[in-house]
């Protein structure tokens, strides 16, 4: 299980797929052993040959995945339920999934006259917005707090900051509001929201 278990996790990290050979190397196991692996994994839909034969994730990989986003929907609400009253915003979770940005959890507050609608599966491009910014960010190494104005809707201001040490999970945190956010302030909120939610999906 624990070869079968990181031979996923080297498929996952190779944009461009791996050969048998290749697996074996970085493994430290025979091709033979690889091979049996991959008709294992393949059998149950994780892993797939492309047409030059190279491994590849396969579909199962997503089932699984969005079996498991309730459960980090539901992790991550108590820390979004704090900061969107904090903030006076309407806070999201933005996960990574087929290279965008999708809004898995959302809270609005409950005290302010009005506030963003920001609908859960929302997707947009990672390069657009607080949290895509926030999630690239994050990819390299810097944990603050990004802004943005008017990038993915005129008139919305967003700041956001990327959950960080959880893995296999690329996400951030992040408010939306139709005023300007003080980043000063708002800024360490979501950078805290941020934290707790690592450590609670940790």
């Keep these: 299980m624990d070869r079968g278990l990181r031979l996923l996790h080297l498929v996952a990290e190779a944009p461009g797929g791996l050969t048998v050979t290749e697996a074996a190397n970085r493994l430290g196991i025979g091709r033979a052993a690889v091979y049996r692996l991959v008709g294992a994994l393949s059998g149950h839909g994780m892993l797939r040959r492309d047409g030059a034969g190279r491994l590849r994730l396969g579909a199962g990989v997503l089932h699984l995945a969005r079996r498991a986003q309730p459960l980090l929907a539901e992790g991550a609400l108590p820390a979004l339920r704090r900061l969107a009253e904090q903030a006076g915003a309407t ?45 690239l960010a994050g990819r390299a190494g810097a944990a603050g707090p990004v802004s943005t104005s008017g990038e993915l809707q005129s008139g919305a201001y967003g700041v956001a900051a990327p959950v960080l040490g959880v893995p296999g999970l690329e996400a951030s945190v992040g408010v939306v509001s139709l005023a300007p956010l003080d980043v000063e302030v708002v800024g360490p909120q979501v950078t805290t929201a941020a934290t707790t939610i690592a450590t609670a999906l940790g």
Excluded: D, N, Q
């Excluded at 999708?102 to 006259?113: D, H, K, M, Q």
């Design 91 to 135: 806070a999201h979770l933005t996960v990574v999934e087929g290279g965008e940005g999708v809004a898995l959890a959302v809270v609005e507050p409950s005290w302010t006259s009005y506030h963003v609608a920001y609908r859960t599966g929302s997707r947009h491009p990672l390069e657009r917005g607080a949290a895509g910014r926030a999630i």
